[in-house]
């Protein structure tokens, strides 16, 4: 099961080809709704981005120009969506051209975090209009960044981190940035945009709570972007569910990725897991062995992306399951603790929430509609719940094209491929 490319590495190396000195060509890029919201706001600033076409069953190839220098003052308006890297990364971009730019989302967008990204920006100089410190406001840019230290709380999410490192090469002297608050979630992410820095030739120096970000002109650059770690969670969750194997083709052999911490979770849920030059198979245990598995006790602080997925196989699982270190998630698509515990308890489980994260009682009991709430992690979740509960309704299967357009064809195929092989065996 091949999955496409991952949406972190994705709109990072978009950020930063707009901002080299010279084209870039990216391979194997996701093509989902976030990556073209992306691909849209930078255009929005002046970006040129061309499709390259391949044969890859995953779209085109992009080859992208960077933004222009010296230009004149203008207005643009960008729409974000639902998508974190783009109401996080693009402010600090469109800092760097003259004009006035409107942000906004959707309608949910309005309530996920962003004052740090708001407030580091106007520390940086920049002329913010907004009712809320979220979407929608209003920047005017002059075109270029003169301040050279700042200080934000990251402990909400790592992308406000993340949103400043990448554009920093390109303020006039760099940027100091100093973390102060409880501790950074998510921090494979912020490794994940130190690394992407190095590759195109920007080092970071990182101290405790503070990187130091050199200005830095770097000639634009040709990458491949590794799968989705993250998305081949529910296929992996699959197999593991169904006593079933599956392999995941091109599994990185080192990256930052949370979605590599798949290796060390699976297993706690009887799946054997090996990575080899083939990739990453996983074979689940058989479903008796699966309900002697007992629960988990899980922090997942430093990858809260994958606690919808860990929390559908705690919802089968016999025997209680505590998921902590994911306060944040209360900021992402939805407050993923409170719609985990919703959906959980509907289906007849016992889940509730704590401080930072939830617990998981008991396991479902029945089909129903399973709620999404436009997040495509919940609804890769419940995919992975109807697996094994009959009667399980994904409600707006749709949701999955923020970053996984195919996924339904994707799920498909693979439940059809075991059906057949079990049919073979039989
Ligand atoms: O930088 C990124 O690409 C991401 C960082 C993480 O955000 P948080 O730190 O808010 O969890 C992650 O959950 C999100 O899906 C993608
Ligand atoms: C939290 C997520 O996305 P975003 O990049 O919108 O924050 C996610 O994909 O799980």
Redesign the pocket.
């Known amino acids: 099961m091949r999955t496409p490319g991952s ?2 590495l994705t ?2 190396y978009l950020i930063l080809a707009a901002l080299a000195h010279s084209p870039s060509v990216i391979h194997a890029p996701l093509h989902s709704r976030d990556s073209a919201l992306m691909v849209e706001a930078l255009r929005a600033l002046g970006v040129r981005i061309e499709e390259i076409e391949t044969d890859s069953p995953f779209g085109p190839d992009l080859r992208v120009f960077p933004l222009p220098r010296e230009i004149e003052p203008f207005h643009a308006s960008i729409d974000c969506g639902l998508a ?2 783009v109401m996080r990364f693009v402010p600090p971009v469109a800092a760097l051209v003259p004009g006035t730019f409107s942000f906004d989302g959707d309608s949910h967008a309005r309530q996920r975090p962003l004052q740090p990204v708001i407030q580091a920006l106007r520390d940086l100089g920049v002329d913010i209009d907004s009712q809320q410190n979220s979407l929608p406001f209003e920047m005017k840019s002059r075109g270029s960044i003169e301040v050279s230290e700042i200080t934000i709380d990251a402990s909400g ?3 406000f981190l ?1 949103a400043l490192l990448l554009s920093a090469p390109a303020f006039e002297q760099g940027l100091t940035i100093h973390h102060r608050g409880s501790a950074i ?2 921090m494979p ?1 912020v490794e ?2 130190l690394e992407v820095l190095r590759e195109v030739g920007v080092n970071v120096q990182v101290e405790e709570n503070r990187w130091v970000v050199p200005s830095t002109s770097y000639a634009g650059f040709e990458v491949t972007v590794e799968p989705d770690l ?1 998305n081949s969670g529910p296929f992996l969750a699959a197999a593991t569910v169904l006593g079933a194997e599956i392999l995941i083709p091109d599994w990185p052999a080192h990256t930052t990725q ?1 979605g590599d911490h798949w290796k060390t979770i699976l297993p706690l849920f009887g799946a054997k897991v090996e990575h080899d030059s083939t990739g990453l198979k996983v074979r689940g245990a058989t479903q008796a062995e699966k309900f002697h598995q007992s629960g988990v006790d899980l922090n997942l602080a430093e990858s ?2 994958l606690a919808p997925t860990v929390a559908a196989l705690c919802a089968l699982t016999r025997s209680p399951s505590v998921l902590s270190g994911i306060a ?2 209360r ?2 698509e939805t407050d993923r603790l409170a719609a985990l515990v919703e959906e959980v308890n509907r289906l007849g489980g016992h889940a509730q929430e704590t401080e930072d994260g939830v617990s998981i009682e008991q396991p479902v009991t029945h089909g129903e509609l399973f709620h999404t709430y436009d997040d495509h992690r919940m609804a890769t979740a419940a995919a992975i719940i109807g697996l094994a509960v009959p009667g399980v309704v994904v409600e707006n299967i749709g949701t999955v094209a923020k970053t996984l357009p195919d996924f339904p064809l994707m799920w498909e195929n693979m439940i059809n491929q075991w059906t057949e092989s079990a049919r073979d065996h039989a």
Do not use: A, D, F, V
Request: glycine content about 18%; cysteine-free; aromatic content about 0%.
């Open positions: 949406k972190s709109n990072r974190g890297t999410s790592s992308q993340s979630p998510s992410h994940m945009t993250s949370g809260g992306e944040h998630l900021g992402h």
